[in-house]
């Protein structure tokens, strides 16, 4: 089965394609050039895997939080590519992709993307086992989801600085950062979807939409002006 994942939900910009020889997979630091970037690097993608893209049999992105950009950028090509080949496409939420490598850890971990102004967009997971929905909020409340003295590891681009927010309302010795956050997750994606569509997963309905946690930052600046408030 050919498969392409599109990760657009971060700064950091990864694809991937499955094809009968395996699994290829490159990544960059897009910063806010999603849109100049995805095709370049699934062109070049299927450059080095020497696949030809009408032979694409299901294709995934990125369902959300993360860079409202970018999500954007990711869903729009992904529904594409699928009318186009006539295939089915799977959305994945963007926190259980990066969660899902630390599954073994033994206690919380907490996938998460700096949703600014002091704020998370995160989700939490104990010993592999979601905990809560997706939630956007200040390190205190997120501190507040994770009692008890179990290791928590918190995963995702963001990770350091994450961790050190959360380290002025949880022990210290508690927290480890992912070593290695600066990473994308279009491995994890392919996998996942390849996972659904294996269990009986038709694909995503042709109107299916991304998860924000929030409206965007143009959103909320036109609401703050109209309501006479500094945005």
């Keep these: 089965m050919n498969v392409l994942a599109l990760d657009t939900a971060t700064d950091i910009l990864s694809v991937a394609l499955s094809t009968d020889e395996g699994v290829l997979s490159f990544e960059m630091d897009a910063g806010r050039r999603h849109s100049e970037r995805l095709m370049e690097l699934v062109d070049a993608l299927f450059r080095v895997a020497r696949a030809d893209p009408a032979g694409i049999d299901l294709v995934a992105c990125m369902q959300g939080p993360g860079s409202f950009t970018g999500l954007r950028i990711g869903m729009a090509t992904?529904?594409?590519?699928?009318?186009?080949?006539?295939?089915?496409?799977i959305s994945v939420p963007t926190l259980d992709c990066i969660a899902a490598p630390h599954a073994a850890w033994p206690g919380w971990v907490v996938p998460l993307i700096d949703a600014k102004k002091g704020r998370w967009y995160a989700a939490t997971f104990l010993r592999g086992s979601r905990r809560c929905e997706d939630f956007d909020a200040e390190s205190e409340a997120l501190a507040a989801l994770l009692p008890g003295e179990e290791p928590v590891f918190v995963a995702g681009p963001d990770a350091v600085s994450g961790a050190a927010a959360l380290s002025r309302f949880i022990s210290p010795s508690r927290l480890v950062a992912d070593p290695s956050p600066r990473r994308g997750a279009g491995k994890v994606l392919l996998a996942a979807a390849v996972a659904a569509f294996a269990s009986g997963a038709a694909g995503d309905a042709p109107d299916a939409g991304l998860v924000y946690l929030r409206r965007s930052e143009a959103e909320l600046t036109l609401e703050a002006k109209r309501k006479g408030m500094p945005a």
């Design 78 to 89: 992904a529904k594409g590519i699928a009318a186009a080949r006539g295939i089915p496409l």
